[in-house]
């Protein structure tokens, strides 16, 4: 039984520049060797296999900022927090797919890569954005999760957001610094035909798209920096008034990522079917000339090609209460309609049949388009769709700036009206709106999106009269809100209306530290390795981020006598995670696991958890596993 420890490279979040290595493996095998510390690159080969010269000195074309390297490295460090389960702050626990997690985003990125890594279809993000007001996150690259409690005020001497006025010297670097890493950790997070959505102003405009160039190769990717028109009444600057700011749209290049628009009815543009102009005329298309048929008014099919030598005597010929329609112009002229026989099944429901004097008029209009570039609907005032609907979810917000509803509902329609369960992530979450969207897409065209929210839960000034500590009591509350007005819809039957509640922490886990001035007590303390105060809860998800299994996955309870049996995610994962197992309870918790694991008839691996702590001696430990292998289960370990 292999024991997962807090310093294995296993118990941390992944290691990416490991995960990188390893697909310069696959690509180029001779390029990684093997030396006395592990793999490392072999730069000559690289020259060789690429045949390219290597960059010379800081004169590269990109941007560069202070501290750019240290960025790169702050994405690679594996993070030693975990994600603990708060069910009481939850809704609808048990059977939701969603998550809000309560975190620094940089920590809770890399928590979540094992799990999500490649499968996120959707991330849109809403940062801060560098107006010299809004307040910016202290990372310390070395040490998150300190930082992180000394944020939140977990830990003495705390260390609070700061703002990053533009006297500061350090303007653009602080604000890159904050957002580099956790672009590249979103990259990794996307699914292959994943599209990134971020919002900006024109303060930072500039320097995020070219970052955003940076990680998002744009050979690899497509870039589109769309205008909003979020603010029509206008902010008045010196010089011009100030309506709008940016969305970022980033999907993989020569793909059709972004879904078509819906029109609606009495915004359609109808066109004639018949062709007009050169190369209209019949005998331009033979198959282009047959009967559309229509019964009182409603195109009900489409007759055969006609005979060359048969010619209508009426370009609307009444046959049996039918009318047979044929592209005959009104100077008589036989001309052709623009859809071949053959394909003008596909496209019946653009069609109408509209009655003018003895003649029936068939004309095509598309109730969808392609998203244009600048975005002007009036549905994106952010103080009537945003700041309105959040004071009437949640009468004393004190959040400012959330964005339009239907501003970020139209992002994520973009970016997945095509995937009905895709996921979507947005983790500079604020007030909720991408959670909100999520739901009001999946109620109006249907489909089981889920959503995946980080919100550090940054406190709210004391002087605001309102009940809310931090901002992200002020997510719970909307999205919560949000989904019980969704709720009275009739559409909204069956909806995942719910969120699962995880917090960022230090792991369950203590770490061994040989090196401590009190060894005795360290080993003694290493014996019992689970924190204090941590439960079984805590431990289980701690797990599933670790090996990998969607924390949204299900959780099924079973006693063995004293003894919860936890099921994860129909069988991936069992575990015990009781602190004392006696050798008398082996026979029956072994019993359990391996009748529970029969009845599912899973195909996949099956991974058994222990508390390591947790058994009497070696003796029970080799016992259980014995057990357990005899009934095909091999994959055990303990934490
Ligand atoms: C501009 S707001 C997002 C507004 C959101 N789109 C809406 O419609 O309500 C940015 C949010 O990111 C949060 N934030 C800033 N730094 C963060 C960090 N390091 N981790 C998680 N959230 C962070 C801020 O507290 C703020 O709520």
Not at 54 to 77: M, P
Not at 366 to 372: C, S
Request: charged share 25%; net charge negative; hydrophobic share 35%.
């Amino acid at each position: 039984m292999k024991k997962f420890s807090a310093n294995d490279v296993e118990s941390k979040s992944l290691d990416l520049a490991l995960e990188n290595l390893k697909k310069l493996h696959a690509l180029f095998p001779t390029a990684v060797t093997e030396t006395s510390n592990g793999m490392a690159v072999d730069l000559e080969e690289i020259k060789r296999l690429t045949g390219a010269a290597t960059s010379e000195g800081s004169e590269t074309y990109g941007l560069n900022w202070r501290g750019k390297s240290a960025c790169k490295l702050a994405a690679q460090i594996p993070s030693s927090g975990t994600l603990r389960p708060a069910q009481d702050q939850s809704v609808n626990w048990d059977n939701t797919q969603n998550l809000l997690i309560q975190g620094d985003n940089l920590e809770v990125l890399k928590l979540l890569q094992r799990s999500y890594a490649g499968k996120v279809k959707a991330i849109y993000i809403d940062p801060p954005y560098n107006t010299g007001r809004n307040l910016l996150y202290p990372n310390d690259f070395q040490d998150g999760i300190k930082t992180y409690q000394a944020v939140t005020g977990q830990t003495e001497g705390g260390i609070k957001m700061v703002s990053n006025p533009e006297s500061s010297g350090r303007f653009h670097t602080n604000w890159l610094t904050m957002i580099y890493p956790r672009l590249r950790l979103a990259r990794e997070l996307l699914a292959k035909d994943g599209v990134l959505i971020v919002t900006i102003d024109d303060n930072e405009q500039t320097t995020l798209g070219t970052i955003l160039k940076e990680v998002f190769g744009e050979g690899s990717y497509e870039h589109v920096c769309v205008p909003v028109i979020h603010n029509p009444r206008g902010v008045q600057g010196n010089n011009f008034s100030y309506v709008h700011e940016y969305a970022f749209f980033v999907y993989p290049a020569n793909t059709r990522s972004i879904a078509y628009r819906k029109i609606e009815a009495e915004e359609i543009d109808w066109s004639p079917l018949r062709n007009w102009g050169t190369e209209s005329e019949r005998t331009d298309a033979k198959n282009c000339f047959y009967p559309v048929m229509v019964k009182d008014g409603v195109i009900i099919g489409f007759g055969d090609v006609s005979d060359d030598n048969f010619h209508p005597k009426k370009q609307a010929e009444l046959i049996d209460g039918v009318y047979h329609v044929y592209p005959i112009d009104i100077k008589g002229v036989e001309r052709k309609w623009r859809y071949a026989r053959q394909s003008v099944e596909e496209i019946h429901k653009l069609l109408r049949a509209k009655q003018s004097g003895d003649r029936i008029e068939i004309e095509i209009g598309k109730d969808f388009a392609l998203f244009k570039t600048i975005w002007n609907d009036t549905r994106y005032d952010a103080n009537e769709y945003g700041t309105q609907i959040v004071r009437s979810l949640v009468p004393d917000s004190p959040f400012t700036f959330p964005k339009s509803l239907w501003a970020v509902y139209d992002a994520l329609y973009a970016a997945t009206a095509n995937d009905p369960n895709a996921i979507v992530m947005d983790f500079f979450a604020g007030s909720g709106t991408t959670a909100h969207a999520v739901m009001e897409l999946n109620k109006t065209i249907g489909g089981n999106r889920r959503f995946i929210l980080v919100q550090i839960p940054e406190p709210i000034d004391e002087k605001e009269e309102t009940k809310f500590k931090t901002i992200f009591e002020v997510t719970q509350a909307r999205i919560t809100a949000a989904g019980k007005e969704i709720a009275q819809d009739p559409k909204s039957k069956g909806l995942d209306l719910g969120f699962r509640c995880l917090k960022l922490d230090s792991s369950n886990l203590r770490e061994w530290d040989p090196a401590t001035s009190d060894v005795q007590s360290s080993m003694l303390q290493n014996i019992n390795n689970i924190k204090d105060g941590r439960t079984e809860s805590d431990i289980l998800f701690e797990l599933m981020a670790k090996v990998g299994i969607d924390l949204s996955a299900s959780i099924e309870v079973k006693k063995a006598g004293a003894h919860s049996i936890y099921c994860v995610s129909n069988g991936k994962m069992f575990a015990c995670l009781s602190a004392k197992i006696s050798k008398n309870d082996i026979d029956p918790i072994a019993k359990e696991i391996t009748q529970w694991h029969a009845r599912l008839k899973r195909d996949g691996d099956t991974l058994i958890l222990f508390r390591d702590s947790g058994f009497d001696d070696d003796i029970a430990k080799t016992n259980i596993t014995a057990i357990l292998n005899q009934n095909g289960l091999t994959n055990i370990r303990s934490v």
